[in-house]
Every structure is written in C-alpha cells, then in structure tokens.
C-alpha cells in the first residue's frame, strides 16, 4: 500500500511539474496569438490584416540584409513581389517584459516571389510592442540558416 501511495504521489509532483515548464503566462499567449495572426497576414497578403498586426514605426529585416519600413514591406507583399506560400514555425520561444516581448523561431517555407517558386530556412527574431492594449510588430530581423 506505501509503494502504491509513493509511486502515485511521484507521478502526480512529476505530471505538475511538466506541465509548469510547458505553461503561458496570459501575456505571453497573447504575443503567440499575435505571432499567429501576423504569420496569417504575411500567407494572405492582405493589405488590411498586415496594417492591423504591424507598428507604424515597423522595421522589417531580411536575411540578404535589406530593410524596409512599413510602407514597403506591405506594398512589397501585397503586390506579390514577395509572397509566402506556407509558413511552419517551430522552436519558438517568448519574453515579455511589460509592453515589449522578444519572439524568437525558426521559420520554413515556401514562396513564390514574383511567380518564382522557392523555399526558406530562417531563423527570426521579432520584437513586439504593447500599443493601445494590442501587441505590434515593431521589428524582425531574419538570419539564413
């Protein structure tokens, strides 16, 4: 019976502590859904969703190292110049400190920029800003892996 109660209670301390190192806190799942929605926007090319997730003071830094404001990035995606076909992120990890959160994560995809059909390996780093109770897309800097 002291066996049965042991080896219970070890799987229960071992079950909370999996699940305390895997958890979110509530600002932090707010930054992963922005992350989502900004991923979602740059799929769809929509010039509203890409203004709606971006700061007005946005710079946007691609691993051949051109960086654009928020003007161009969105003209350069809307009018298809640059166009992600499907985007996995994966390894991502986020810090939130008051109003501004560091994302990082891999990024592979696949493109078809100007009709040109390709894939990318990046790795990113994103820093998003609290304004007016939403989170921002301040800058991205990409990285070739």
């Given at each position: 019976?002291?066996?049965?109660?042991?080896?219970?209670i070890i799987c229960l301390l071992l079950l909370?502590?999996?699940?305390?190192?895997?958890?979110?806190?509530?600002?932090?799942?707010?930054?992963?859904?922005?992350?989502?929605?900004?991923?979602?926007?740059?799929?769809?090319?929509?010039?509203?969703?890409?203004?709606?997730?971006?700061?007005?003071?946005?710079?946007?830094?691609?691993?051949?190292?051109?960086?654009?404001?928020?003007?161009?990035?969105?003209?350069?995606?809307?009018?298809?110049?640059?166009?992600?076909?499907?985007?996995?992120?994966?390894?991502?990890?986020?810090?939130?400190?008051?109003?501004?959160?560091?994302?990082?994560?891999?990024?592979?995809?696949?493109?078809?920029?100007?009709?040109?059909?390709?894939?990318?390996?990046?790795?990113?780093?994103?820093?998003?800003?609290?304004?007016?109770?939403?989170?921002?897309?301040?800058?991205?800097?990409?990285?070739?892996?």
């Amino acid at each position: 019976m002291m066996q049965r109660r042991s080896f219970f209670i070890i799987c229960l301390l071992l079950l909370t502590l999996t699940r305390g190192v895997n958890a979110q806190s509530k600002p932090e799942a707010q930054v992963a859904a922005a992350v989502e929605t900004f991923k979602n926007a740059l799929i769809s090319g929509e010039r509203k969703a890409l203004e709606a997730i971006v700061a007005d003071g946005l710079s946007y830094g691609h691993s051949s190292g051109k960086v654009e404001d928020k003007a161009t990035f969105i003209k350069t995606l809307v009018s298809g110049k640059s166009d992600f076909v499907s985007i996995d992120l994966t390894h991502q990890t986020i810090q939130v400190t008051g109003k501004t959160a560091l994302v990082r994560h891999q990024l592979s995809g696949t493109t078809n920029d100007n009709g040109n059909p390709g894939t990318v390996k990046l790795g990113i780093l994103l820093v998003w800003q609290k304004q007016r109770g939403q989170w921002k897309l301040l800058a991205r800097q990409a990285y070739k892996l």
